[in-house]
């Protein structure tokens, strides 16, 4: 398993005489672009410190999971490269398709391309999902110098969307989220990916609380929305998610820093054996 | 000098005046109005009512009074001009305190292309005629049906217990008539546009009686204009008797100017199987204070008491409620919600009382309020006094600002901050539009408090459906 090892500092600059997949993340490796960099990323929440400087490269095209025990630092990742303004960055730097994106507006980051699927998906009562979706579509189309759908080629391209993650036109009518169960807001997630289209989205426990059967519609509405371009990071305890999405790279993430970075069986190794051993590879 | 002073000497020195050019009925109570106005005087805000609204200070300005009747020149068709025919009402314009009876052949003109209804203000409302709907000037019916005005006027708005209500009584010359007889049912709403409209800062004061009596059904939108860029200050009082089966909705809308200070008082009493809403909503303003007292004096009697406010600037908004549950067996339902940015004020104190008797009475009373900024400043006094043991009743309220974890999941969306701010907002105060039971006016006041929101309400220009 030596091989596999990184050392948090200079992580990923093993020289390997075969390169693995995982391992092409410095110059000049591998032929696909470059999506996202980040570069010694720290950042902290009420004054804590949580992100203890982040190297991770994710090229188009590729899926990345993010796993770690809780309180690792893996939503707090997700939280920063989404600009939730919660949480300061200290150090360190994250360029998308070549900008500086911890310079821009949340929006701005969503116009670019970035999507979170939300751990907890957030209920709005009172807003409608139609209005909601409508005007996030609207303003990213603005942002691209397209001319706002109208009300009937909106509906249409919402029921195209819909079908997709099978999500019932009764709840598109209700507000967003509200008395939606835990699976309905999941598959709601991934409805709002389906109509905005990312290149980069990144899956916060997008399987937890949800059953076997919506777990499978909501990982082939995934996979059904990616396309050679769309790359993704996902957050997850759990291989069966894993064994939907097919990860190119697998990293584990402890007390704020990338620790390990593997191919898929790494998740399924981390499933029979948890994280201790990890631990005990790093002297944490 | 007190405030009270120039109000006192005004009346002595024209009572004459004022009768004369009022009606027998309205006249009838003047005198008792003004001794209760005199020995009670403005309230202070040591009076628990009037805490938060300084009444004093606002009635101390030297403001004109029309207490001749002179004609003052307007027409309001030409500022109101009716472009959303989605909704079809019976409308009526008030100026100042006067029913608008307007230029004839202008408002047969209207009244063919379907806009107004007759104009000649006597028997009209409904298109099917003689059903004994009337509609019209207070003062020109006190004169007709002197009998049936003076059997309802001034007998829920009592001038010993407030100050402003004695002196709308002393001083109130004409206003609004509704009579709906037994088991009618107006099909078409009525509209009342109520327009401020003076060239010197002016006060005014308005009287409104309307009588359902069973079985009877009407539904009423009044909305208040300022016209003029000088100061108001109205008083108004409304007083409304529902029959026993009758179902009255009545909403009130609020577009004024922000040197428009108004004072409205709103009594409702309630008999049997009664089912009455009422939804004040005050878009802009300058101050305003309402004062909004129900009693349900008859079993299964059911009340739908909502309002909201949305203020910016220096505007403040007072609402006082009380509902009297005074027979067992009724169901009230209150919901208020603010909208306070900038430096505005808001209060709310309502005070729900259910009488020894009053078994098996429901009452859920909900005051929730946004303040946007810090300056902004909302004091709210939820009431609950219950002398029965056996009712289901809750209260309520709340003083927050918007929730900033939806915030940044629109934000995530793509949504900017000022949009994602205002659709909060919207949604915040929906539910109280959404009370409203015709879809014309729901839909048209989601498309007014957006405009609202966003600003572009910067001028009165018509009022809900005749913009």
Known sequence: MDKYKTDSKEQMQAGHSTPLPWEGQGEGAGDSTVLIEIKDLHASINGKEILKGINLTIREGEVHALMGQNGAGKSTLSNVLVGHPAYEVTKGSVTFNGKDLLAMSPEERAHEGIFLSFQHPVEIPGVSMVNFMRTAVNEQRKYKGLPALSASEFLKLMREKRAIVELDGKLANRSVNEGFSGGEKKRNEIFQMAMLEPTFAILDETDSGLDVDALRIVAEGFNKLRTPQTSAMVITHYQRLLDYLKPDIVHVLLNGRIVKTGGPDLAQEIESRGFDWIKKEVNE | ?467
């Open chain 2, 1 to 467: 000098m007190n405030s009270e002073q120039q109000y006192i000497e005004l009346f002595g020195q024209c009572e004459a005046m004022i009768c004369k050019h009022s009606a027998e009925v309205l006249n009838a109570p003047r005198t008792k109005a003004f001794a209760d106005f005199k020995q009670q005087g403005f309230p202070t805000r040591k009076v628990e009512d009037y805490k938060y609204t300084d009444v004093s200070k606002l009635f101390a300005p030297d403001y004109g009074l029309n207490l001749n009747r002179l004609d003052i020149p307007v027409n309001p068709y030409d500022a109101f001009r009716c472009d959303v025919p989605n909704m079809s009402t019976a409308l009526y314009f008030v100026v100042n305190d006067s029913f608008y009876k307007g230029d004839k052949g202008q408002v047969d003109k209207q009244a063919r292309n379907g806009t107004v209804c007759s104009p000649s203000t006597r028997q009209l409302v409904n298109s099917s005629a003689g059903n004994g709907v009337l509609m019209g000037s207070l003062k020109e019916m006190a004169e007709q049906y002197p009998e049936l005005v003076a059997k309802y006027y001034g007998k829920l708005a009592d001038t010993s217990k407030d100050a402003v209500v004695a002196l709308n009584t002393m001083l109130a010359q004409d206003g609004v008539f509704l009579y709906v007889p037994r088991n009618v049912i107006v099909e078409k709403p009525i509209q009342l546009v109520n327009i401020l409209r003076a060239d010197v800062n002016f006060m005014v004061n308005r009287r409104v009686l309307i009588i359902l009596e069973e079985g009877a059904q009407v539904r009423l939108l009044a909305c208040d204009h300022t016209m003029d860029n000088v100061d108001f200050l109205s008083t108004q009082v409304v007083e409304v008797y529902v029959g026993e089966r009758a179902v009255f909705d009545f909403y009130e809308l609020e577009e004024s100017h922000t040197s428009t200070v108004r004072f409205s008082h709103l009594y409702v009493k309630q008999e049997a199987d009664s089912n009455v809403l009422l939804n004040g909503m005050t878009l802009t303003n300058g101050i305003t204070r309402n004062t909004t007292q129900v009693t349900l004096a008859g079993e299964q009697a059911e009340i739908n008491l909502c309002g909201m406010a949305i203020a910016d600037k220096e505007q403040h908004v007072d609402n006082h409620t009380f509902i009297d549950h005074a027979v067992p067996n009724c169901r009230s339902n209150e919901l208020y919600k603010y909208v306070l940015d900038e430096r505005a004020t808001g209060a709310f104190a309502g005070l729900v009382l259910v009488r020894p008797d009053a078994q098996h009475t429901s009452s859920q009373q909900t005051n929730r309020n946004l303040c946007a900024t810090r300056e902004a400043r909302m004091y709210t006094q939820p009431q609950l006094e219950i002398y029965a043991d056996d009712v289901k009743c809750s209260h309520g309220a709340t003083v927050g600002q918007l929730d900033e974890s939806a915030l940044f999941y629109m934000r995530q969306r793509g949504i900017s901050e000022k949009e994602a701010r205002l659709l909060l907002m919207f949604a915040f105060v929906n539910e109280v539009i959404d009370t409203i039971r015709l879809d014309a006016l729901r839909d048209r006041l989601h498309y007014l408090v957006e405009k609202r929101f966003r600003g572009e309400i910067g001028k009165c220009q018509g009022c809900t459906m005749c913009k």
